[in-house]
């Protein structure tokens, strides 16, 4: 009997964890990507709740948790410029004794995918252009490679997904706009000194620098506000530089002078925060998981956390099942109230990176300035963001997959 053959589009986190355990399962899987190499930089994330209890049955925890990012002492400002005071930012967004692993998204993608790579065909810059349906499995016609038949097909490639328009239409019908855009990208080496860190804002825009102590660029994180989200052209780097100019263009610090090295930067994230919000996840033998299916929007801290979960949870069902589509009922009914949940939490306005009203961030300010104290009495987690009863929402089931080893072990 030949193996069943999936194809996933998309290397990024939930492409690779989705990959490995279909491989563990002894499926034929190709991953294409349609970048030239995987991309090694990147902001940092968090994984946590069931996400970790995933990474460990990947075995990967160890390697995942000795990669862990370290935030440089961040000076809160006024809008003057002046320090309020500082914060060891870290300490602030991850609750380590919960089990949270802060890690930028760049390490975390070379982990999963040297984990896969073995097992897994990768094809790096090509893409879908398009797909046909049959009684036994896809038809998949690429940019470059030849066509193929898969059993199934899956899109892991984010919030603006080639597979979910393909196979389900334009993303207008998915895509939630929460209102801000977010920018992030590496500085020039001369503008901040090693192990700087900055956090400035006004009602509805936030500037954040930090630098590494190791002498590596400053990464700028810039997130405002914008009248009319999803009208700027994410890919045009001078729509870009004019929306961030136009939102920031009172501010009294430095900000204009970081802008400015927006223009020449080599790798620049920029998107709305959005949310993808869907009936279904999936149409026949094709199916989308993480950001392409129910991205929960940037700014939430959980997008990473409810891929991982998802992709397992895929695994397991495609695994448990021979018809897709059953497997795709399953995985939705079991995912669905655990991805609502989370995406429920980027809906809360007092966000600690923006603050849309002079009130919130006065209060935002307040709170912030009081955490050098809460920490030095243990008591954090009074103004730490309350995640978990979110991420831990998932309950891995008695059917799902184990590692090779692990069974054997058990």
């Known amino acids: ?40 930089s990147g902001y940092p994330i968090d994984i946590r709740g069931t996400a970790i209890e995933v990474v460990r049955r990947m075995g990967l925890h160890d390697e995942i948790a000795a990669a862990h990012y370290r935030h440089v002492p961040v000076e809160l400002l006024a809008s003057s410029g002046r320090r309020l005071t500082t914060l060891e930012f870290g300490d602030l967004l991850s609750d380590t004794e919960s089990g949270d692993v802060e890690l930028t998204r760049g390490e975390l993608g070379g982990i999963l995918y040297r984990a896969s790579a073995d097992r897994v065909t990768y094809l790096f810059g090509d893409s879908i252009s398009a797909l046909t349906q049959t009684d036994s499995g896809v038809d998949v016609t ?36 929460l209102g801000p855009y977010a920018a992030i990208w590496d500085l020039p080496a001369d503008r901040f000194t090693p192990g700087a860190g900055y956090m400035y804002s006004h009602p509805g825009r936030t500037v954040l620098v930090e630098r590494p102590t190791d002498g590596g660029p400053a990464r700028a994180f810039l997130a405002f506000v914008h009248e009319s989200p999803g009208s700027v052209n994410v890919r045009d780097i001078d729509e870009i530089v004019s929306s961030a100019r136009a939102a920031f263009a009172e501010d009294r610090w430095r900000t204009g002078e970081i802008i400015d090295t927006l223009a020449l930067a080599d790798d620049v994230y920029f998107d709305t925060v959005s949310q993808v919000r869907m009936d279904r996840w999936s149409c026949g033998r094709i199916a989308l998981v993480g950001d392409a299916a129910y991205a929960p929007a940037f700014l939430s801290g959980q997008g990473t956390s409810i891929a991982v979960a998802g992709a397992y949870v895929l695994a397991s069902e495609l695994a448990r099942r021979d018809d897709p589509q059953q497997a795709f009922a399953a995985y939705e009914d079991r995912l669905r109230s655990y991805v609502t949940k989370n995406q429920d939490l980027a809906l809360r306005t007092d966000s600690t990176v923006i603050s849309r009203t002079r009130g919130q961030l006065w209060r935002r300010n307040l709170r912030l300035c009081a955490v050098p104290w809460l920490q030095r009495l243990g008591l954090t987690s009074l103004v730490r963001p309350n995640l978990q009863s979110a991420a831990t929402d998932l309950s891995l089931a008695g059917h799902d997959l184990l590692r090779r080893d692990q069974h054997a072990g058990g």
Request: aromatic residues 8%.
């Open 1 to 40: 009997m030949t193996n069943r053959s999936a194809l996933i589009s998309g290397a990024s986190i939930a492409g690779p964890v989705l990959a490995f355990w279909l491989a563990e399962a002894g499926w034929d899987v190709t991953v294409i990507e349609r970048a030239e190499q995987l991309r090694t």
């Open 142 to 177: 690429f940019r470059h490679h030849q066509p193929q038949s898969f059993d199934v097909v899956v899109g892991a490639d984010g919030i603006h997904s080639n597979v979910r328009a393909l196979a389900m239409g334009e993303e207008g019908q998915f895509v939630r706009h």
